[in-house]
């Protein structure tokens, strides 16, 4: 049967052929020469970054230009969550594809089990040159994260053993994302030719809030108080019942350390990419392990609890040939997911144990962004007086917490900032929403003890490390 138009008239042949190549022309970038052709991975980490406090996400203030225009030419995903509130065993379940529980990497007494597969392994399996820059002291090699890297650099500036002058010039109240650059841009000039997989960890965001000028000033120049983000998690002025216009004066050094990760870092990556002909050859994913608590719920920082001012993290995907650009997906996805979409666009064949599910479902126009099933996000966070587990779906949230015996249920369609949790476990969507807890657990649980294992005691800590992580407040005295 002819081709007709509107007007029933046939088609010209050579219109029908036109139209035909630029419909083919047009998908062909995204899903065919990712089979063909090896793209460069970077995958950016930004510690303890709120995508709340992004221009993408629908921040008020400019604190991320580079980043809004990587998710403006990319995919954002509005939904990420990650599987705790602090660093060490989120970006485990980041380079796994693993939850906190099937990791086994809950508290700073375990490392990662050599058995278990990471993306650095696979990614170095398919010839990929694996390379890492870590900027916090959570990343360090002693709890298994230089598994499958070929260069895994520190850039942390804990480690007094630097001479004098190093010393000096690195300290600057911890501001650690230049030195990381400075090492991406060497590693970067070494082995050209070579596809690579970079692992780049960013850590000023993290507390404390003591952005360089112009940053220190940029989102709150009239402030005229004597609060500061130095020693911040040991300040006796920062506190629950504090000023709110201190507070809100936190809120802007933190803002100030995110425009300045932007600048120092993002965008100098871009650019060194760029200078070196990567850029439209490599995906670029930014994220977080966690974000911050503002006293939302009654306290500062992060590994506290499981809301999702601290749950809740950033996810843009950006690449020309990979990733069609303008997507803003609203499913909820997991930081394991993240693992198992970078092998899946790089046509790599999946880590036979990750239990993340690539996204390229839904980044795909072809196909109609539905999934498995739900993605359900089982989180934990662990501290010396602390030790809670939860369960997010996309319109409910169960906590468990073992210490204080307490169960709380979070209806996320009507009380979507949690203030309001219901504690009954006999009402209705709670029991329900209690026996799919325990039924994840138990089957994450039995996957676990499915998978080989051995004894992932950590090194003993030394007592620098121990104490530089008790000033970041991840250390308490015991």
């Not at 590994?303 to 020309?320: A, G």
């Not at 990733?323 to 790599?348: A, N, S, W, Y």
């Amino acid at each position: 049967m002819e081709s007709e138009n509107r007007k029933g008239r046939p088609l010209e042949p050579l219109f029908v052929i036109s139209l035909t190549f630029f419909l083919f022309a047009s998908v062909w970038p995204f899903f065919s020469c990712r089979k063909t052709s090896r793209f460069n991975v970077v995958l950016v980490s930004i510690d303890t970054l709120r995508p709340d406090h992004l221009g993408c996400y629908g921040y008020s203030q400019p604190t991320s230009p580079t980043i809004d225009r990587l998710a403006r030419e990319g995919a954002q995903f509005k939904n990420a969550f990650s599987t705790t509130t602090w660093t060490l065993p989120g970006h485990l379940a980041l380079l796994t594809g693993l939850p906190d529980l099937v990791h086994g990497v809950i508290s700073e007494a375990q490392m990662l089990d050599e058995n278990r597969i990471t993306l650095a392994e696979v990614l170095k399996k398919g010839k990929y040159r694996t390379l890492g820059v870590f900027t916090g002291p959570f990343l360090l090699p002693r709890w298994g994260f230089d598994q499958g890297f070929d260069v895994y650099q520190d850039a942390t500036l804990y480690d007094k053993k630097l001479d004098g002058a190093e010393m000096l010039n690195a300290s600057e109240r911890g501001r650690t994302t230049p030195g990381a650059m400075d090492k991406v841009e060497a590693l970067l000039d070494q082995k050209p030719g070579k596809p690579f997989f970079l692992f780049l960890h960013l850590f000023d965001a993290h507390p404390d809030f003591d952005p360089p000028p112009p940053y220190d000033r940029m989102f709150d120049p009239d402030y005229t108080g004597s609060v500061n983000g130095i020693d911040i998690m040991k300040n006796p002025a920062v506190h629950q019942d504090m000023d709110p216009r201190d507070l809100e004066h936190l809120r802007s050094l933190y803002d100030g350390e995110i425009r300045f990760i932007d600048e120092a870092g993002i965008s100098r990556l871009v650019g060194i990419l760029r200078k070196r002909g990567l850029i439209e050859r490599t995906l670029i994913i930014i994220t977080s392990d966690h974000g911050e608590e503002f006293y939302e719920h009654g306290v500062f920082g992060h590994r506290q609890n499981l809301y999702d001012t601290t749950l809740h993290i950033p996810l843009v995907l950006w690449c020309p040939a990979l990733v069609p650009p303008g997507l803003v997906i609203k499913e909820q996805v997991r930081i394991i997911d993240i693992m198992p979409t970078i092998l899946d666009l790089l046509g790599m064949q999946q880590s036979p144990e990750a239990l993340g599910e690539s996204l390229l479902p839904l980044l795909s126009s072809r196909e109609t962004g539905e999934t498995k099933g739900p993605r359900q996000i089982f989180c934990e966070v662990q501290e010396s007086n602390l030790y809670i587990e939860g369960l997010r779906t996309e319109d409910s949230k169960v906590v468990v917490d073992y210490r204080k015996q307490e169960r709380l249920y979070l209806d996320l369609l009507k009380d979507s900032e949690e203030r309001a949790p219901l504690m009954s476990p006999e009402h209705p969507a709670f029991k329900k929403a209690l026996d799919r807890f325990f039924s994840v657990r138990w089957n994450l649980v039995a996957y676990r003890d499915s998978l080989p294992w051995r004894a992932t005691n950590a090194p003993k800590m030394d007592p620098e490390l121990r104490e530089r992580l008790k000033s970041l407040g991840y250390l308490k005295d015991r």
